[in-house]
């Protein structure tokens, strides 16, 4: 818990930095002004993700835009979503763990499979993104953010035991990321590189999204 409340402390320093101190070349998308904060679209990504502790594997997403709270920041709330299996070494140990607490409370020795484990994660996540115009009608960005990971293991051997209680948690996490944007009048697509860190597990992954406009542009976007 201590280090999902520092995770959250530093994202709010790093927020607070980028509103206060947007680059000069951002300052022409948009005058801090809060009615350039409104819906103006939503996206559908897919990604794949590489992971410490899990098998690699695919994500899907959802991102609104809700436009730009300062110069040059925008506001991206998401949702995304990934199943994998953990890594054969990770069901390992925990099978180590699971025969010594067997040993310990009976004496007898254990041998304890737990065959193949899964791991989900249903993310809700709210970023940050400082956003450059550049040559070529196109828009870099760079972030962070903040979010919370609702963590679910499932598994034959695992079902209503201590282990899927381990796995089964509600987790604190934060990410940083860069990405290419391509803007048009009612449409636009991008791609993304992402670093997510959460208490025990963290993950790169590259996503691609395409973003349907509800409202408009802000200035200096096209």
């Known amino acids: 818990m201590k280090r999902c409340l520092a995770g959250f402390g530093a994202v709010l320093v790093l927020i607070g930095s980028m509103v206060g101190g947007t680059p000069a070349a951002a300052q022409e998308l948009a005058d801090f002004d ?35 709270l300062g110069p040059g920041v925008r506001v991206v709330p998401h949702f995304t979503y990934w199943s994998s299996e953990l890594k054969r070494g990770e069901v390992a140990r925990l099978e180590t763990s699971v025969e010594r607490l067997i040993e310990n409370q009976t004496g007898e020795p254990a041998d304890v499979s737990l065959g193949t484990v899964d791991w989900s994660d249903r993310m809700l996540g709210l970023d940050a993104q400082a956003v450059w115009a550049v040559p070529g009608n196109l828009l870099t960005f760079a972030g962070v953010g903040a979010a919370v ?17 381990l796995l089964d948690s509600a987790k604190a996490g934060f990410n940083v990321h860069v990405g290419l944007e391509i803007p048009w009048e009612r449409f636009r697509m991008y791609g993304v590189g992402r670093f997510d860190v959460l208490e025990d597990l963290n993950y790169l992954e590259l996503r691609v999204g395409g973003q349907i406009m509800t409202g408009p542009s802000a200035p200096g976007e096209r």
């Not at 609702?150 to 201590?162: E, K, P, Q």
Request: hydrophobic share 40%; aromatic share 16%.
């Open 149 to 165: 990971h609702f963590l679910n293991g499932d598994g034959a051997a695992i079902s209503g035991t201590f282990v899927e209680d």
């Open 34 to 68: 809060y009615e350039n904060l409104s819906f103006r679209g939503f996206a559908l990504e897919a990604g794949h993700l590489w992971g410490r502790r899990i098998e690699d594997t695919n994500t899907l997403g959802l991102r609104f835009d809700l436009g730009y």
